[in-house]
C-alpha cells in the first residue's frame, strides 16, 4: 500500500462546530495567545490557562466528528495513512483513524507541571473527570496541567512526524493556515516528486517549492474531491 499522510489543523474540525485559531471570530480574537498558549501565559496565571482548557475540553464530548474526519479515517481502507495534526480534539480517532500524531498534545490527557512529556505522568481525562483544578496532583506530585504543548515548549512528536513526511507517496494538508512551526516545515521533507494536495477554502501562504492541487472547499466536500480524485492512486 502507498504511504498517505495527512497535515490537518483547526480548518479540519471547523466544520464539527470547533474554532479556529485564525478565522474570523478564532480564538485568538476572545483570548491573548500570550496569556493561555504560551508556557510564560501558565507560569503567571495557571488557573486562567487551566479553565481555558476545561473550558475548550468540556466542548468535546458535545461535538462529532464531520464527514471530512470520517473520509481521512476511511482512506486507511486503501493506503497507509498517518495522520498529523496540530488539532488536541480526538475526532480524527472518534472518525476511526487509527495512526494519529498529535504534534500539539491532546485536550482529553492531562500531565505533570514539572515533566509534561514523561509517559509516566501523562493521564486520561473523561466525560465524567473532565476538569484539572488547582491542587489536583500529577503522579510526580506537582499541579496537574493539560497535556498540551504551548508556545515555548518542545514538540516532541515532531522527529515522528518528520520521518513520515519523509516516506510519504501522497501528502495532504487540510485546514490549515501554515503559520506555526515546526508544524509547517513539514511539508519540507516531503520528496519533490510525490502529488502534494491542499485542501482549505482559502489561499495558504504556500511557502514550499513543491506543486500542489488546491481543492478549494471545506475539509468535507474537499475530502469527498479528493477521495475521487485519488481513485487511480489505490494500489
Ligand atoms: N475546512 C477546511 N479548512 C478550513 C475550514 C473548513 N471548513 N474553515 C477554515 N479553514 C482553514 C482556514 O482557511 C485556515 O487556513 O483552516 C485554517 C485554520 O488556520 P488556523 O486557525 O491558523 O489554525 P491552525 O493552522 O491549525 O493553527 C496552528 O496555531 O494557535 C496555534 O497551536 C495552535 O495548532 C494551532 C496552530
Known sequence: MKKLVVLTGAGMSA?????TFRDSGGLWEQHRVEDVATIEGYIRDPELVINFYNERR???PTVQPCRGHELVAELE???????????VDDLHER????????????????TSTRSPNDPTQIQTLTPEHIDIHIGDKAADGSQLRPFIVWFGEAV????QATEEAMKA??????GTSLNVYPAAGLIQ?????????LIDPKDVPWTSGHRYTHIKKGASAGMVELVEQLK???A
Open 169 to 174: 507517496d501522497i501528502f495532504v494538508v487540510i
Open 15 to 19: 466544520e464539527s462546530g470547533i474554532s
Open 95 to 110: 472518525a476511526g483513524s487509527t495512526n494519529v500524531i498529535h504534534l500539539h498534545g491532546e485536550l482529553m490527557k492531562a
Open 58 to 60: 468540556r466542548q468535546l
Open 232 to 234: 487511480n492512486a489505490r
Open 77 to 87: 481502507k486503501w493506503f497507509d495513512v498517518t495522520v498529523v495534526t496540530q488539532n
Open 189 to 197: 521533507f516531503v520528496s519533490p516528486d510525490v502529488p502534494v494536495y
Open 156 to 159: 516532541p512528536m515532531i522527529e
